[in-house]
């Protein structure tokens, strides 16, 4: 008796011991693979990825992957390289597969894609200033067809006001239509499509869909895009869409659901806070929130192309009490003419940036 209790004892004793044995068929571990993760390239410049793996290791083929696409197969060690000139900037995730008598093992590393340079500072000049309400807490302005439309934010029981859509006149400042939202939801972004506008809401991720011309809410539809809902622009074809990260979302014209993003990067790391946002000649132009800066992004990688400092448009000693941040960009395509302004400001300005 004592001695099935020894036997079995020692089988236990052997299994518990082996339990974290690492597999001698086991390479994966042992296969190490380059660039370290989170290394920075600037777009433009030349990744170099390789892996290296004991000499027990006898690859049939070693595969290597950015994200989906394919970059080149290696029998051996030697290192595969790709450009990064077209790339969308942020993190891009590397996969190098090792096969081997009918067997993979992969490895994975990352690279963080900057700006291939500094944005170009550039300046401002005012070409004409107009009145603006100051019981508008701007979230998103759109100039078409004569008039500004503008998404006033607030909540009535914060003490913030009620958020609202509304049809302004330019010359005057005055509200010419006005649709108000439920007291307890907070509007933000919005875009034009067509004879609609469209609106987001700031944390209730619901969006709201509106007749142009009389600002008649048509229906809703479930914004479950991003972390929260803030600034929107149209190019035509897609919607743009921020979050207060440093993402900018692509979504569907006609049923707003995501279909792609870019991350917002300069030469230095990610812009976060990416806020209100205005599609001009093929660039997207966006408030920077709690800055004076508007930033000019390249739609297709995200780079910050150009920077412009706001902060003497309306210094804050000079400006009506209740004025809040700088936000606001609309754009008159027919003209050219660039507005901006801020929330609860009393003035609007008619800008032009130019290089300093």
């Known amino acids: 008796m004592n001695k099935r209790i020894l036997y079995f004892a020692l089988v236990a004793l052997l299994a518990f011991g082996c339990n974290g044995c690492k597999d001698k068929t086991d390479t994966a571990g042992d296969i190490m693979i380059s660039p370290d993760a989170g290394t920075t390239y600037k777009s433009g410049d030349e990744v170099s990825v390789s892996v290296k793996y004991p000499a027990t290791v006898k690859p049939d083929s070693i595969v290597y992957m950015l994200e989906a696409q394919k970059l080149g197969t290696k029998r051996d060690s030697t290192a595969i390289t790709f450009k990064t000139d077209t790339l969308v900037l942020g993190a891009r995730v590397i996969t190098a597969k090792v096969y081997q008598a009918g067997k ?38 759109v100039y078409q067809d ?42 933000e972004g919005i875009v034009v499509i067509g004879n609609k506008i469209v609106q987001l809401t700031y944390t209730e991720r619901i969006g709201y869909v509106y007749d142009k011309n009389t600002l008649q809410l048509l229906s809703t539809f479930n914004n479950n895009v991003g972390i929260e809902g803030w600034g929107m622009t149209y190019d035509g074809n897609k919607i743009y869409m921020d979050d207060k990260t440093n993402r900018i979302f692509f979504l569907d014209k006609n049923d707003y659901h995501q279909t792609g993003f870019i991350d917002v990067y300069d030469d230095k790391g990610a812009v976060s806070q990416v806020n209100e946002l205005e599609y001009i000649d093929g660039k997207i132009y966006a408030n ?68 300093k």
């Open 288 to 355: 920077v929130y709690q800055s004076d800066d508007i930033l000019v992004i390249d739609p297709k990688t995200g780079a910050v192309l150009q920077k412009i400092d706001m902060k003497a448009l309306y210094p804050e000693a000079s400006r009506n009490t209740n004025a809040d941040v700088l936000n606001g960009i609309a754009y008159d395509k027919a003209t050219g003419r660039i507005f901006v302004t801020g929330k609860k400001w009393d003035k609007l300005f008619q800008v032009k940036f130019v290089k």
């Open 104 to 141: 993979a093992d992969e490895v994975t590393t990352n690279i963080v894609l900057l700006a291939a340079k500094a944005p170009e500072e550039l300046t401002f000049k005012v070409e004409k200033v107009f009145p603006h309400d100051t019981s508008s807490y701007t979230e998103g302005l």
């Open 146 to 187: 004569g008039v500004l439309y503008e998404s006033d934010g607030g909540r009535v029981a914060e003490g913030t006001g009620q958020s609202s859509i509304r049809k302004v006149d330019l010359q005057t400042g005055k509200v010419l239509k006005k649709t108000d939202i439920d007291p307890k939801i907070f509007a």
